[in-house]
């Protein structure tokens, strides 16, 4: 059973800054990509930002410059550096990987609140 664990989320004034984690069961190389997705009521659900299994990685434009995904093999864990964050960065948090087998996995959820 592939379990993903977020955290790291919190209320944050704008311009703050939070580190998201995402802890895996298992080997985070066992996946094609890890992501960070977001989700705000009435809104659809946004790719922030991908690291493929060599590394490479990739942001959606409205973050670009503030945010950094990064990972530690070792601990089986990525994390997402946010930086500046703005009002507009409010949402729920998701961890995704795709082990790029027709299936993916998701974690729970870690609320990220900026505040004005």
């Known amino acids: 059973q592939v379990q993903l664990v977020e955290s790291g989320g919190g209320l944050v004034q704008a311009g703050g800054s939070l580190r998201l984690s995402c802890a895996a069961s298992?080997?985070?190389?066992?996946?094609?990509?890890m992501d960070w997705y977001r989700h705000t009521p009435g809104k659809q659900r946004e790719l922030v930002a991908g690291?493929?299994?060599?590394?490479?990685?990739n942001y959606a434009d409205s973050v670009k410059g503030r945010f950094t995904i990064s990972r530690d093999v070792p601990k089986n864990t990525v994390y997402l550096q946010m930086n500046s964050l703005k009002p507009e960065d409010t949402a729920v948090y998701y961890c995704?990987?795709?082990?790029?087998?027709?299936?993916?996995?998701w974690g729970q959820g870690t609320q990220v609140t900026v505040s004005s």
């Open positions: 298992g080997s985070i190389l066992r996946y094609n990509t």
């Open positions: 690291i493929t299994r060599s590394g490479s990685t």
């Open positions: 995704h990987a795709d082990p790029g087998l027709g299936f993916d996995f």
